[in-house]
């Protein structure tokens, strides 16, 4: 039998997990983060995805007929553009002067035509085609298995046909910047395969010679605005024995192989939001030349490699029952009924190998579906909707150790900076910059679909928050330093655009809306939505933060402070709850159960609203909640879980996160059904696991605040605090069992656990661990 030392080693390790009584029991460490199924997939919520960033598949497993779906992250319809509507500056007053009269249907109307963007929809993010394999003499399969390693980042499919057993991998590799894959059969000469690869993308064309496969084509116009890009997808075939054929039809069959190595290169004339000069032919061309001289091998190493610095981490254990020992697809249909919390810690696990896979510094960031998009116009075109779901794509970037994935946010908002300025300026006529509800490849700022959705200017604004999560997480000055202008930027946007409420006094913004959701009064349009008010109370203090950190622009915080004291304040309607918008309208909104929960924002993700700090308003919130109900769409369920978690009710958070967990809102491959599949909540759903676990605000550091009654006993390493602390923590019989903080840099920090207090100071380099007993006698 193990030691208690011996045991928390080996779960460190991986080896020992904790059964549900508390006891720990050896397990395959790879089973614990492995996603299995025992038959291919047949449609593409079933296919398995892997990534580097920029370049991604869906990978069916098929046995005959295997398909890799391909996406290259720069591959999106239009072409740079400019969408802000020519009448917007002049009808503006207008708008603003109907809102504030109450005439909410004429508003609305007047903004449909003159203030919504022409074209008054965003460029669709597009697949690029399908890399397709075909095995002529693969008949009657046995003893299949295929599976998703996220701890190597290789997915594989594994069979049995005519007494050969057939392996296939394939893996996205971030160093060499290929799509590779390995097929092999255990018997030499025996297999065969054609290989080909597709567009929808009409116009393209393909070829071939005996080593490679090149396609080449466009993307599409859309809305109005014409094509610009230009593609290219480029395939070096390697097999070892055999005959290698290429067909009039840009195929290449291949014949009495012992293996073959496949590498995929893609990419577009994409350079930046504003510049399509680039030439992906001889982009992918020299990609290609570097990976060939590897091998599958070396390019897989260094590719699993590169991906475990980041995955490797964290490490959680949560219990395991004997439903983790079954398919991840049964796993999810049980759900509902078993008892499984190691499906949420997979689910958690998930959640950051998916992040890794299609979000790296120098690509893009991830979209409504991340990387992975098998259409020419998906379902909100896949497109950065930047009302909750592109920043909850990020909640659990540095939490959960992630701090490099979020690179390509920040990027973003410097881009939307640039192109948000004129927007500001020609329809606003202020300074800084704007982004309204929505923005795509292009970096387009100005409000689309119609003002009952995209009549939002708050969007920028909500992004900057990101940027100071950036630097809290990290303390990293010269960062902060570098988007200050951009935060600083936004503040004086609204500095300019606020206006006095005639009936208040109070500022407010005008015209805006709460996201999505109609007040019952003439339509979406308001003035000074609670979720505006609490972003830019967000916005000044954050922004006045980094000035003072930077001792700079004294006269702008002045300014700040004096327009955040004269913000409207949260208000509690008749009914009790927190009221959406500054009038009690909130018994008069059409939907009682809209998936929306704006308002709270200040409970999560600000802090603003707090049981502590709070009450009243906390209490207000849940009561908000509870009219909202529990079960919403993908992402919608995900921040509830996030928001109760903040309220310290555990049980309630568990509980949706259990039916998050279950078949109508996860596919098979553990993609997050909206219904359809949006990416926003697997990682919303992994930012509520680690706000059940661990609260981190400024320095003070709460441990297991609303841990449920379902995870007694379990432990977590590798997450991070604010203040470039990184956090191990175990727990046992439903209380802290003991932490380990390891600091980089110097700092106090307040530690409660167990409804007490511990003041800890913090040297880089030293641990610090603290356990029951250092409570027991702490003060509370």
């Known amino acids: 039998m193990l030691t208690r030392r011996q045991t928390m080693a080996a779960m460190a390790a991986g080896t020992v997990m904790l059964s549900m009584d508390g006891t720990a029991r050896t397990v395959d460490p790879r089973r614990r983060t492995t996603l299995w199924y025992r038959q291919p997939a047949t449609e593409w919520t079933q296919a398995l995805p892997v990534g580097n960033g920029r370049l991604g598949a869906m990978v069916f497993g098929g046995t005959r007929e295997e398909r890799l779906q391909l996406n290259e992250g720069t591959l999106w319809a239009g072409q740079p553009y400019d969408p802000v509507n020519p009448l917007a500056r002049e009808a503006l007053p207008k708008v603003r002067e109907l809102i504030f009269a109450g005439r909410i249907e004429e508003a609305e109307a007047l903004t449909n035509e003159a203030l919504i963007g022409r074209p008054k929809v965003q460029m669709p993010y597009q697949a690029l085609g399908n890399l397709r394999l075909t095995f002529p003499d693969v008949t009657e399969p046995s003893e299949y298995h295929r599976e998703l390693d996220l701890e190597s980042a290789i997915a594989t499919t594994r069979f049995t046909a005519g007494g050969v057993t057939h392996l296939r991998e394939v893996i996205a590799s971030k160093p060499d910047q290929v799509i590779a894959v390995r097929l092999s059969a255990s018997r030499p000469g025996t297999l065969d395969v054609d290989v080909a690869l597709d567009t929808p993308h009409e116009g393209a064309a393909t070829r071939s010679t005996a080593r490679e496969i090149v396609l080449e084509g466009a993307n599409r116009p859309a809305s109005g605005v014409d094509a610009g890009l230009r593609f290219a997808a480029r395939l070096a075939l390697s097999a070892k024995g055999g005959r290698v054929t290429p067909a009039a039809n840009g195929s290449v069959s291949i014949r009495g192989a012992d293996s073959v190595t496949l590498l995929l290169a893609m990419g577009t004339s994409f350079r930046r939001f504003d510049d399509v000069s ?132 920040v990027q973003m908002v410097r881009d939307l900076a640039e192109t948000g300025a004129r927007t500001a300026r020609e329809m606003y006529g202020a300074r800084g910059w704007v982004v309204h509800h929505n923005t795509d490849l292009w970096r387009a700022t100005a409000p689309i679909d119609g003002a009952s959705w995209g009549m939002w200017p708050t969007g920028g604004a909500w992004l900057c928050t990101h940027l100071w999560e950036h630097y809290d997480y990290t303390r990293d000055r010269a960062f902060l330093a570098s988007v200050y202008p951009l935060m600083a930027g936004s503040a004086r946007f609204f500095l300019d655009a606020l206006r006095r409420d005639p009936r208040t006094g109070f500022l407010v913004t005008n015209p805006s809306l709460s996201p999505e959701n109609q007040h019952g009064h003439g339509g979406a349009l308001c003035a000074g939505p609670t979720m505006d008010m609490a972003i830019l109370r967000d ?95 993908g992402w919608a369920t995900a921040w509830r879980i996030n928001l109760w978690a903040r309220l310290r009710d555990g049980e309630r958070a568990h509980g949706i996160l259990k039916f998050l967990l279950g078949p109508e809102r996860t596919y098979p491959n553990m993609f997050d059904a909206h219904p359809p599949f949006q990416i926003d909540g697997n990682f919303g759903g992994a930012a509520g696991v680690v706000e059940m676990l661990m609260h981190s605000h400024g320095d003070v550091l709460e441990l297991l605040p609303s841990l449920p009654r379902e995870w007694p006993s379990g432990r977590i390493s590798g997450l991070r605090a604010r203040g470039r602390c990184t956090v191990d923590l175990a727990w046992r019989g439903g209380a802290l069992d003991r932490v380990t903080l390891s600091p980089e840099i110097a700092g106090k920090l307040q530690v409660r656990a167990m409804g007490r207090r511990v003041d800890v100071t913090l040297q880089p380099g030293r641990r610090v661990t603290l356990d029951r007993t250092s409570f027991a006698r702490a003060q509370t």
Not at 305 to 324: M, N, P, Q, Y
Not at 354 to 376: E, H, R, V
Not at 560 to 588: F, H, N, T, V
Request: charged share 20%; hydrophobic share 40%; aromatic share 8%.
């Open 278 to 409: 680039g030439d992906p032919a001889a982009a992918t061309s020299a990609t290609l030349a570097k990976a060939v001289t590897r091998g599958f091998d070396r390019i897989a190493a260094d590719a699993s490699s590169e991906h475990r610095r980041l995955f490797g981490r964290v490490s959680i254990d949560l219990g395991r029952t004997a439903a983790a020992d079954q398919p991840t697809d049964a796993r999810i249909r049980q759900s509902q009924e078993s008892d499984d919390p190691a499906l949420a810690a997979l689910y958690f696990q998930y959640a950051r190998y998916l992040l890794i896979a299609c979000s790296q510094p120098g690509g893009q960031p991830a979209t409504l579906q991340g990387l992975w998009n098998d259409s020419l116009n998906p379902p909100w075109q896949s497109k950065y909707t930047i009302n909750i779901n592109t920043e909850m794509n990020y909640w659990p970037a540095h939490s959960t150790n992630l701090t490099e994935c979020a690179a390509p946010l």
């Open 539 to 633: 916005l000044f203090d954050q922004t006045a933060a980094a000035a003072v950190l930077l001792a700079i622009d004294t006269p702008l915080v002045a300014e700040m402070r004096a327009a955040r004291a004269r913000l409207a304040p949260y208000k509690i309607s008749k009914r009790g709850e927190l009221q959406e918008w500054q009038e009690d309208w909130d018994a008069d909104a059409p939907e009682q159960d809209h998936r929306h929960v704006s308002h709270l924002y200040g409970v999560y993700p600000s802090h603003q609203i707090s049981t502590d700090d709070t009450p009243e308003l906390a209490s207000a919130a849940a009561r908000t909640l509870n009219i909202r109900g529990d079960r919403a769409t």
